[in-house]
């Protein structure tokens, strides 16, 4: 067994709700959707061609977050654009302006103090059992490439950075079960969380938990259709979650201690 990991980071996020119209909600986190899409620019794969090579039946994803985040709303000023004229003839279009302005809410999410840090995730990821040819090309191309295409967070120009590239090989990993509360550092799946616990002397670090349902994987058939949604519990700070699993969970050990962690898809 072998996870590779990786941060993410970047000053500014967007990974807009599906279910936003006009409004431009945003996850706190990137769907596992958004992580393949950062995969498959790093990998220089086109727009579309991942879906099944990313599926979680092939492979799984996992996230942190490393930075405490926040969200804010910002008001967009974009062009009204009801028509595109005709600007061969008259140089007259609604890209120009004439159409006028449309004001949008846009939700930004930053590391809490802009100035001194960014938003920043760690990104687990692992083959399963009986496929690990595109893990392993996904491994070896961050451990010894640059990435092919801009990396961002969410939208094209939230340009982002990968970091800390690493694997952890089969000594470093343990799978443990544990009938007793135990502290996981990633996003866990809701259905394996049997309690979640709050203690008043650790209240400063829970009073950040989300619950979500994020898109998981796409259907093969270059329309975006979503397959698969992932219902997730999560910190938007560093600090772990305190809670009882129904299943097992991965250790992670280092040289700077242990990370318990959870697959989006397990």
């Given at each position: 067994?072998?996870?590779?990991?990786?941060?993410?980071?970047?000053?500014?996020?967007?990974?807009?709700?599906?279910?936003?119209?006009?409004?431009?909600?945003?996850?706190?986190?990137?769907?596992?959707?958004?992580?393949?899409?950062?995969?498959?620019?790093?990998?220089?794969?086109?727009?579309?061609?991942?879906?099944?090579?990313?599926?979680?039946?092939?492979?799984?994803?996992?996230?942190?977050?490393?930075?405490?985040?926040?969200?804010?709303?910002?008001?967009?000023?974009?062009?009204?654009?009801?028509?595109?004229?005709?600007?061969?003839?008259?140089?007259?279009?609604?890209?120009?302006?004439?159409?006028?302005?449309?004001?949008?809410?846009?939700?930004?999410?930053?590391?809490?103090?802009?100035t001194k840090a960014d938003v920043a995730y760690q990104i687990f990821i692992k083959a399963n059992d009986k496929e690990k040819t595109v893990y392993e090309s996904i491994r070896n191309h961050f451990l010894e490439k640059e990435p092919v295409y801009n990396i961002t967070l969410g939208t094209a120009n939230f340009t982002a950075r990968l970091s800390e590239i690493e694997t952890f090989s089969d000594s470093q990993i343990e799978v443990r079960n544990s009938n007793?509360?135990?502290?996981?550092?990633?996003?866990?799946?809701?259905?394996?969380?049997?309690?979640?616990?709050?203690?008043?002397?650790?209240?400063?670090?829970?009073?950040?938990?989300?619950?979500?349902?994020?898109?998981?994987?796409?259907?093969?058939?270059?329309?975006?259709?979503?397959?698969?949604?992932?219902?997730?519990?999560?910190?938007?700070?560093?600090?772990?979650?305190?809670?009882?699993?129904?299943?097992?969970?991965?250790?992670?050990?280092?040289?700077?201690?242990?990370?318990?962690?959870?697959?989006?898809?397990?």
């Open positions: 067994m072998e996870i590779l990991s990786f941060k993410i980071s970047g000053k500014l996020a967007h990974f807009r709700k599906y279910y936003a119209n006009n409004t431009a909600f945003s996850f706190s986190i990137p769907p596992r959707t958004a992580i393949m899409g950062i995969v498959a620019a790093a990998m220089g794969w086109s727009r579309d061609s991942y879906y099944e090579d990313l599926a979680s039946k092939n492979i799984q994803i996992g996230i942190r977050v490393l930075n405490p985040l926040k969200k804010s709303f910002h008001r967009l000023n974009f062009l009204s654009i009801k028509s595109t004229g005709n600007m061969a003839k008259n140089w007259s279009s609604d890209f120009r302006g004439e159409g006028g302005r449309i004001q949008t809410p846009f939700e930004v999410i930053t590391a809490w103090d802009l007793e509360y135990v502290q996981i550092h990633s996003a866990v799946p809701v259905e394996l969380v049997e309690e979640l616990k709050f203690d008043k002397e650790e209240f400063q670090n829970y009073n950040f938990v989300e619950e979500d349902m994020l898109p998981g994987e796409f259907v093969a058939n270059g329309n975006r259709e979503v397959r698969k949604m992932n219902r997730l519990l999560f910190s938007i700070t560093p600090h772990p979650i305190r809670v009882k699993l129904k299943g097992s969970y991965y250790v992670l050990k280092d040289d700077t201690g242990e990370l318990n962690i959870q697959f989006m898809d397990a």
